[in-house]
């Protein structure tokens, strides 16, 4: 089993991409993962925020377009998406949350591989 983690630690992977879950859920196939916000709005550097909320979690959209908020989903075991998923008290509580993605090599070791 990979290992555990807290609500904050699973919330600094979500930042980085990763998708995260909770050991104990019932549900196969369930997990939560990051859906970028859109601005057309973002410095060279990518180091301002946006209400609040760093650019390094937008992608840049189109000229004209309405800022889209970085927001969090979850698939469900039905394989439906809940859009804007909500964490419960006891998963802001709890101690099992995993990385799905902890053993995966990052980007540019798995391009030297390829």
């Known amino acids: 089993m990979k290992n555990t983690l807290n609500f904050g ?3 600094e992977a979500l930042k980085k991409g990763h998708c995260i879950a909770r050991a104990g859920w019932n549900g196969k196939g369930m997990f939560v993962y990051l859906n ?3 601005s057309e709005f973002l410095s060279p550097g990518r180091t301002e925020t946006i209400e609040g909320v760093s650019e390094t ?3 840049l959209g189109n000229t004209g377009t309405v800022t889209r908020l970085p927001n969090l989903n979850m698939r ?5 998406t809940v859009t804007g998923w909500l964490a419960s ?3 802001l509580l709890a101690e099992d949350w995993i990385d799905l993605d902890a053993d995966a090599a990052p980007p540019s070791e798995a391009a030297e591989s390829a």
């Open 9 to 11: 630690q699973a919330l």
């Open 89 to 91: 008290q006891t998963d």
């Open 36 to 38: 970028k916000g859109s």
């Open 76 to 80: 469900a075991a039905t394989g439906s």
């Open 57 to 59: 979690l937008f992608e």
